[in-house]
């Protein structure tokens, strides 16, 4: 076991000889428009951010009782195509129908492959090194938002234009991170990535802070907000900064090649910008205001999302 359980590791690393084996179990319990397609891309994206390649894909489906034949074929559909996009194979799962559901729900076994040391974790960030976030938040959150609470936005006061477009966040910019772990591996000297998810790019901060042992300086004017997603959460009473950013990608790295990543990055097309450095050991993880006021990270005791699915959102 190179890489096991632990604060901020979303991922197993396997030693197999030449190559290293990874593994990721993760579930989906928001969505309930393309869940099929958040399933395959929120497992493999925690596979992209050890460095590897996922490469195989066990989904178990729960259903609630009386769920239409339709609405399985499209749940299928979207698993065959979200596979695929990324040339990941469906090689087994499972099926039922399930009682007390409210919606479907997937998890999800994903499995990929590396070079024997070929992976990064979250805890390799060192003392110095650069921050970059790619793409910006809230992808996964904003398109949740919008699918899932279009409605109650639009009678709050977002323009239908701005739901629509972050209904599409799932495809542009896209969910997926793995071609932003692929471009930062082969451009520079990445030393950590993490894939923020629940509680936003916040949780996933304070994450790389406690998995390093290392504080961490992040500029919150630094961090690209996607303006669709901070209408809906404006809206919506949802702190942008707790919200489930499935769709960016952290990456730590070497100052000295943090600007090659960066520009890699923006040739292959994936936004990305600098917006902090790794501190000393056991400093804490702090943000530091536009006018140079610095502040301990925001804490989230779950993802901003899970209220206005509760009966009290």
């Known amino acids: 076991m190179l890489t096991g359980?632990?604060?901020?590791e979303d991922a197993a690393v396997i030693s197999f000889g030449a190559t290293s084996l990874i593994a990721k179990a993760d579930p989906v319990t928001f969505a309930t428009d393309l869940i099929g397609w958040y399933a395959v891309h929120v497992n493999a994206n925690d596979i992209a951010a050890t460095g590897a390649t996922p490469k195989w894909f066990m989904p178990t489906v729960l259903l609630p009782e009386n769920t239409t034949v339709?609405?399985?074929?499209s749940i299928f559909t979207q698993l065959r195509e979200a596979a695929g996009s990324i040339g990941v194979e469906l090689i087994g799962g499972h099926t039922e129908v399930s009682v007390d559901l409210p919606r479907p729900i997937i998890t999800g076994a994903m499995l990929g492959e590396a070079p024997a040391s070929g992976t990064v974790s979250t805890s390799g960030a060192r003392p110095g090194d650069h921050i970059i976030l790619t793409k910006g938040i809230a992808v996964e959150g904003g398109s949740l938002l919008a699918r899932e609470f279009g409605d109650r936005a639009l009678s709050a006061g977002v323009a239908q234009s701005e739901i629509d477009a972050a209904s599409d966040y799932l495809f542009s910019p896209g969910i997926s991170v793995l071609r932003d772990a692929q471009v930062a591996m082969a451009s520079g000297l990445v030393t950590a990535m993490h894939d923020p998810t629940e509680g936003g790019l916040a949780t996933a901060l304070a994450e790389l802070n406690t998995a390093s042992g290392n504080g961490l300086v992040v500029e919150s004017d630094a961090v690209t907000v996607l303006e669709e997603c901070r209408s809906l959460c404006d809206a919506l009473e949802a702190d942008i900064w707790g919200l489930i950013a499935s769709g960016a990608l952290l990456i730590a790295c070497s100052p000295e090649t943090s600007n090659t990543v960066?520009?890699?990055?923006?040739a292959d097309g994936i936004s990305a910008a600098h917006i902090g450095e790794i501190t000393g050991a056991g400093?804490?993880?702090?943000?530091?205001a536009p006018d140079g006021r610095l502040e301990p990270l925001p804490v989230f005791a779950r993802d901003e999302i899970a209220w206005l699915f509760s009966p009290s959102g």
């Open 5 to 8: 359980p632990g604060v901020g």
């Open 70 to 73: 339709s609405t399985v074929e």
């Open 262 to 266: 960066v520009s890699a990055l923006e």
């Open 283 to 288: 400093e804490p993880a702090l943000l530091k």
